[in-house]
C-alpha cells in the first residue's frame, strides 16, 4: 500500500500521508533518537550589534512555534517579558484571523510609542491568509515592527515576504545555509550563503559566502560600509571631474565668441580621462575613514549610511558647485596670467590642464582619510606621470603639440599660474572643510580625532549627542500601499488538485473567501475616502 502511493504520480505526498495515518495505530514506542541543533558561537552577540546599527530582523523559518520561539530567546532575537513582548496572530478561519491581525495591528501602532522590543509571530497556514485577504494590513504591521518570526513556512513564502518588504522600499538582506532559503536569497536585494553541514546550495546561490552567522556583522559594518562611503566618492568624484572639464570649455566658448572651437585638443581630453584623472581615484578602494577595530565598537555609525548622508542631492550639488568653483578658477587665473603674453592656443590650453590635474591632485588627497604607499605613489606619481607623458608628446612633430611642454615649462608664469590656481581653488574648500571638522562634528569625525589621539578608542559620552541626532534624523520610510493593479504575491500552501480540495472541504474555501471580514472593510472604507 505504500509502495503503491509512495510511486504514484498524482497527489503523491497526499496518498503518502493518508497511508501512513492507516497504518500508524497502536503502535508501541520502543525508543526515541534526536539530533541536537545546536547555535552557532556569536549569534546573539551578532544580532545584539547588528539592532545598534538600526536593521531590523525576521526569522522565517519551518520549525514549529514553540521552537522557534525558543530559537528566538536563545539568540536575543526576541527579549523576554517584561523588556519585551510577543504578539501572536493565529486563527482557524478568515474571521479568526482578521481579528487576530487587527488586534496585533492595534497593539503595535499603540506600543510603537513606548520604548519596549514587541515582536509577533505567525505560522504559514495563518499568513496564507492574509497575503491573500490582508495584504495591506499586513504591509503595515510589517513597517511597524522591528522583529517578526514566521514559523512553519515554505520556500515560497519566504520568498513572497522578501518581495513584500521589497515593495515597502526597505533594502533586504537574506541570509540561510540550506536549500530551502534559497529562492528567499535570490528574492533578497542582497543573499548571504551559509556554507556547512546542510550544504552549499544556499552559498552558491548568494552573492555574498561565510562559513559563520557571526562572520555577517563584519560583512555589514566593516565591508558594506567601506564599499558604501568608496562607492559614494567614486561617483561623485567622477561627475566632479567630467564636469570641470566641460565648464572650462563652455567658460571658452564665451571667449571665442561661441564659435565652436575647442580649448584642448583631441588627445589631451582622452588622456584627461583614461590617463590623468582615473588612476588615482582608484586607490580611493584603500581608503578608510575609520579603523575596523572601532567601527565594530560603534555600531551606531552605521546611521550616517542609511541616511545617505555621503550620497544624496545636496552631496552632489556641493560636488557640481565646486566643479563650477574650480573651472572659474583655472579659467580667469589663466586667461588673466596670459592675457599680455604672445601665447598660441596650445599654450594656453596646456596651461589650463595642468591647473585641472594640479587641482584635481590636492582634491583627493583632502578627501583621503588614510593614507597608504600605493595611494602616495598614485596621486603624486600620476602628477609626474602628466608631465613625463607630454614631454614625450611634444617631441613628436605630427602629434599637433610639438615643443608646447617645453616651451611651458620654461616660463616662471607657469609655475606661478600653478600656484595661484592651487591657492585660490583649495583654500576656501579646506577652509570649509577644517570648519565643519572643528566646529560642527559628527561622530565619525569625532571618532577620527580619538583614533588620532588614542589609538585604543573606547566609548566615549562625546558620542551620544551626534549618535542620538543621527537617529532621530533616520524617520522611518514613508511608504504607499501596493496598488491593486499589481499582481499578487500569493501562491497557494496545499495543491489545487481536485482530490485536495475534496479532502480540505469545499465549504471551507468557499467559507474563506466568500465571507469579507470587519478589517477588509475597515481598509475598503479608508480606501474610498
Not at 522578501?162 to 528574492?187: F, H, P, S, W
Not at 575647442?262 to 588612476?279: E, R
Not at 611651458?408 to 583649495?426: D, F, N, R, S
Request: with cysteine.
Amino acid at each position: 500500500m505504500y509502495k503503491e502511493a509512495s510511486s504514484s504520480l498524482i497527489d503523491r505526498e497526499w496518498k503518502v500521508a493518508e497511508v501512513c495515518q492507516q497504518l500508524e495505530h497502536n503502535l508501541e514506542l520502543l525508543g526515541a533518537t534526536a539530533i541536537e541543533d545546536r547555535l552557532q558561537d556569536g549569534v546573539p552577540e551578532t544580532i545584539e550589534t547588528l539592532r545598534k546599527a538600526g536593521i531590523n530582523f525576521w526569522m522565517l523559518t519551518g520549525d514549529k512555534q514553540n521552537t522557534a520561539i525558543q530559537i528566538a530567546l536563545l539568540c536575543n532575537f526576541i527579549s523576554p517579558e517584561p523588556e519585551g513582548q510577543l504578539l501572536l496572530i493565529q486563527g482557524k478561519n478568515l474571521d479568526e484571523v482578521s481579528r487576530s491581525l487587527e488586534r496585533v495591528l492595534l497593539t503595535m501602532r499603540i506600543s510603537s510609542t513606548e520604548h519596549k522590543d514587541v515582536a509577533f509571530i505567525v505560522d504559514g497556514w495563518t499568513l496564507e491568509i492574509i497575503l491573500k485577504h490582508h495584504y495591506e494590513a499586513f504591509t503595515d504591521l510589517a513597517m511597524l515592527s522591528r522583529t517578526a518570526i514566521c514559523c512553519r513556512v515554505t520556500p515560497s513564502q519566504k520568498a513572497q515576504l522578501v518581495e513584500l518588504l521589497k515593495a515597502c522600499d526597505y533594502r533586504t538582506l537574506a541570509i540561510g545555509d540550506g536549500g530551502n532559503d534559497v529562492r528567499m536569497i535570490q528574492e533578497a536585494h542582497i543573499g548571504v550563503g551559509i556554507s556547512g553541514r546542510e550544504g552549499l546550495q544556499a552559498a552558491r546561490a548568494a552573492d555574498f559566502s561565510i562559513g559563520k552567522f557571526r562572520f555577517l556583522k563584519r560583512l555589514i559594518l566593516v565591508h558594506g560600509r567601506y564599499s558604501y562611503n568608496r562607492t559614494a566618492f567614486l561617483s561623485q568624484y567622477s561627475f566632479y571631474k567630467s564636469l570641470l572639464i566641460c565648464f572650462i570649455q563652455i567658460f571658452f566658448s564665451f571667449v571665442s565668441g561661441v564659435s565652436g572651437t575647442s580649448l584642448f585638443n583631441s588627445f589631451s581630453l582622452m588622456a584627461y580621462n583614461v590617463f590623468y584623472t582615473s588612476v588615482p581615484v582608484l586607490m580611493s578602494v584603500l581608503d578608510k575613514d575609520l579603523s575596523e577595530r572601532t567601527v565594530m565598537q560603534h555600531p551606531q555609525i552605521l546611521f550616517y549610511c542609511q541616511a545617505g548622508r555621503l550620497l544624496n542631492p545636496s552631496t552632489f550639488a556641493g560636488w557640481f558647485g565646486r566643479s563650477l568653483f574650480h573651472a572659474a578658477v583655472v579659467f580667469l587665473v589663466t586667461i588673466h596670467a596670459y592675457s599680455n603674453e604672445k601665447s598660441e592656443m596650445e599654450e594656453l590650453s596646456m596651461v589650463a590642464l595642468s591647473g585641472c590635474i594640479w587641482l584635481q591632485a590636492f582634491v583627493i588627497t583632502l578627501e583621503t582619510n588614510s593614507f597608504t604607499i600605493l595611494q602616495h605613489a598614485a596621486i603624486w606619481g600620476n602628477l609626474i606621470a602628466f608631465y613625463v607623458i607630454n614631454f614625450i608628446v611634444s617631441t613628436i612633430p605630427w602629434a599637433g603639440m610639438y615643443t608646447i611642454m617645453f616651451r611651458v615649462c620654461k616660463q616662471p608664469a607657469y609655475w606661478l599660474t600653478m600656484l595661484a590656481i592651487i591657492i585660490l581653488g583649495m583654500g576656501p574648500i579646506t577652509a570649509l572643510k577644517y570648519f565643519r571638522y572643528t566646529y560642527r562634528s559628527s561622530a565619525i569625525n569625532i571618532l577620527q580625532q580619538l583614533e588620532r589621539s588614542q589609538p585604543n578608542t573606547h566609548s566615549n559620552p562625546n558620542l551620544e549627542a551626534p549618535i542620538k541626532n543621527m537617529e532621530r534624523e533616520v524617520s522611518p520610510l514613508s511608504v504607499t500601499h501596493p496598488k491593486s493593479s499589481k499582481a499578487s504575491v500569493y501562491e497557494p500552501l496545499l495543491c489545487e488538485s481536485p482530490s485536495t480540495k475534496r479532502a480540505a472541504g469545499v465549504a471551507a474555501f468557499d467559507f474563506l473567501q466568500a465571507s469579507p471580514s470587519r478589517l477588509s472593510i475597515i481598509y475598503s472604507r479608508s480606501k474610498n475616502n
